[in-house]
């Protein structure tokens, strides 16, 4: 089993920043692909990014590209989400997943990780 806790939301007025940090317990963290979803008030839940178990792959949704990083340390069982540039519109509860991958890839897609967080609080102020 994989236990995944997410910390570091809060409220940030717009243009600031936040790092979300995610802790991994369980197994062995560097052969699971991470990563970040958030779901908005009365939305569905939607990717945000992802990494692939070495690194050096990443993804992004187009809404965040350019202004969050999603990176991991492996030594620490840890993913970050650094977030800048914050809009009022990436209000919501962030979620960190995890899915048990070798290849060089970490899937986009929410119905493909198995194991969540229990998210985190992000509110922008305009």
Same mark, same amino acid.
């Given at each position: 089993?994989?236990?995944?806790?997410?910390?570091?939301?809060?409220?940030?007025? *717009? #243009?600031?920043?936040?790092?979300?940090?995610?802790?991994?317990?369980?197994?062995?963290?560097?052969?699971?692909?991470?990563?970040? =979803?958030?779901?908005?008030? #009365?939305?569905?839940?939607?990717?945000?990014?992802?990494?692939?178990?070495? #690194?050096?792959?990443? &993804?992004?949704? @187009?809404?965040?590209?350019?202004? =969050?990083?999603?990176?991991? @340390?492996? *030594?620490?069982? %840890?993913?970050?989400?650094?977030?800048?540039?914050?809009?009022?519109?990436?209000?919501?509860? &962030?979620?960190?997943?995890?899915?048990?991958?070798?290849? @060089?890839?970490?899937?986009?897609?929410?119905?493909?990780? @198995? &194991?969540?967080?229990? #998210?985190?609080?992000? %509110?922008?102020?305009?």
């Amino acid at each position: 089993q994989v236990q995944l806790v997410e910390s570091g939301g809060g409220l940030v007025q *717009a #243009g600031g920043s936040l790092r979300l940090s995610c802790a991994v317990s369980g197994r062995t963290f560097s052969h699971y692909a991470m990563g970040w =979803f958030r779901q908005a008030p #009365g939305k569905e839940r939607e990717f945000v990014a992802a990494i692939s178990w070495s #690194g050096g792959s990443t &993804y992004y949704a @187009d809404s965040v590209k350019g202004r =969050f990083t999603i990176s991991r @340390d492996n *030594a620490k069982n %840890t993913v970050y989400l650094q977030m800048n540039s914050l809009k009022p519109e990436d209000t919501a509860v &962030y979620y960190c997943a995890a899915v048990h991958h070798y290849s @060089d890839y970490a899937p986009p897609i929410l119905n493909e990780y @198995d &194991y969540w967080g229990q #998210g985190t609080q992000v %509110t922008v102020s305009s």
